[in-house]
């Protein structure tokens, strides 16, 4: 079945880096298309970045210019690099896979049928 574990969370300072790496097994990785999203405490899931399957991106506009996401196909590996971080970043985040083998990028969390069970990022100021 269908697995994605996430890793790479941690605390770091404000302008702090880190990198979260989410390896997928169970599908034909480079089929589907994948995402970050985030949750913080009471707050609703909102999508942070997406990849397609051809590799498209797309960014929520809060993260533009300092968060880069990457798939390496090979490793059946998701990556989100996070630079320049922010107490408001804060979260739990979470990477998904698409329900469908379709083209293009969602930030829309209905778009994806499959996830990990999270990684806790705490941006200290």
């Known amino acids: 079945q269908v697995q994605l574990v996430e890793s790479g969370g941690g605390s770091v300072q404000a302008g702090g880096s880190l990198r979260l790496s989410c390896v997928a097994s169970?599908?034909?990785?480079?089929?589907?298309?994948m995402g970050w999203f985030r949750q913080a405490p009471g707050k609703e899931r909102e999508g942070v970045a997406g990849?397609?399957?051809?590799?498209?991106?797309r960014y929520a506009d809060f993260v533009k210019g300092r968060f880069t996401i990457s798939k390496d196909n090979a490793k059946n590996t998701l990556y989100l690099q996070m630079n320049s971080l922010q107490p408001e970043d804060t979260a739990m985040y979470y990477c998904?896979?698409?329900?469908?083998?379709?083209?293009?990028?969602?930030?829309?969390?209905?778009?994806?049928?499959?996830w990990g069970q999270g990684t806790q990022v705490i941006v200290s100021s």
């Open positions: 990849v397609s399957k051809d590799g498209s991106t």
């Open positions: 169970g599908y034909i990785y480079s089929s589907y298309g």
């Open positions: 998904a896979r698409r329900s469908f083998s379709i083209w293009g990028t969602s930030l829309d969390p209905t778009a994806y049928g499959y």
